[in-house]
């Protein structure tokens, strides 16, 4: 029996001497597929199993154990990006193995076009920065693990003025649940990590973007990493890698 599916290439292994085993993520899921290199097919397919690589995957189900095999691939959209800049190429690493080590069980075909979108955007991008930020919000969001920004996690307060942001807690803090180890948050970063969840491009994004201050962006890119390292409890290997790359990038 052949199925057809839309999936983005998360990783690839070498088994045996010409086999791949094939991680992929589609709107059904994570799933490992076996990429069987004694056949002719092998040439066809390595270029096209670099990270985040969109496919149309033709899979078999195999007669014996459970893993099915990759028939063909159809290409939908390959990054250039990544084989430019190294730069692009530990995000492209860095955002693979976020969903490889973290997808949900299960997820709604809407996350998975939205994914395919953001990495088509991000490869004609050159901000990888705000990219970052956008996608560790969106994600954590997708996981069901967004930060809380309304009232105060503790006492379900609304803060009015002063709004004290808890990483461990899960979000804002009112000024009598605060502790020493809060970000103060201006009203226009909690205005903009409200507006995320409605928003759905990178242009939108950068429009939010701009209406800060350096300082306030600074701070949000701190936040949103440590609470997504925080919240995941994991912690990438491509993430020292990305981060050794963009001393330059702003
Ligand atoms: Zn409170």
Same mark, same amino acid.
């Not at 290199?37 to 097919?41: C, D, L, R, V, Y």
């Not at 199993?49 to 690589?53: A, K, Q, R």
């Not at 309304?150 to 006492?155: A, F, G, N, P």
């Given at each position: 029996m052949l199925f057809t599916l839309p999936a983005l290439v998360l990783d690839k292994d070498k088994i045996e001497e010409i086999d791949y085993l094939v991680t992929l993520f589609t709107p059904r899921g994570k799933t490992r597929v076996l990429a069987k290199?004694?056949?002719?097919?092998l040439k066809r397919f390595l270029n096209l =199993?670099?990270? =985040?690589?969109y496919l149309r995957v033709h899979l078999r189900k195999p007669q014996r154990g459970k893993i099915f095999i990759l028939e063909g691939a159809d290409l939908l959209y390959l990054p250039e990006s990544p084989r430019k800049e190294p730069l692009k190429f530990y995000f492209f690493s860095y955002l693979a193995e976020v969903i490889d080590f973290t997808s949900p069980s299960s997820l709604s075909k809407e996350s998975f076009y939205w994914i395919t979108e953001y990495v088509k955007d991000i490869d004609r991008r050159d901000a990888v920065k705000l990219d970052k930020f956008f996608w560790e919000m969106k994600w954590l969001e997708i996981c069901g693990l967004s930060p809380y920004i309304?009232? #105060?996690?503790? #006492?379900g307060k609304r803060p009015q003025r002063m709004f004290y942001f808890s990483i461990s807690q899960g979000g804002v803090l009112c000024l009598n649940c605060r502790d020493e180890n809060v970000f103060i948050l201006s009203p226009s970063q909690i205005d903009l990590l409200r507006k995320i969840g409605r928003i759905k491009t990178l242009k939108e994004m950068e429009i939010l973007w701009e209406g800060l201050f350096e300082e306030e962006r600074g701070q949000l890119l701190e936040l949103s990493e440590r609470f997504f390292l925080h919240h995941f409890d994991w912690e990438p290997r491509s993430l020292k890698l990305l981060k050794e790359h963009w001393v330059n990038h702003g």
């Open positions: 290199g004694a056949q002719k097919s =199993l670099e990270d =985040l690589t309304y009232d #105060c996690v503790r #006492c």
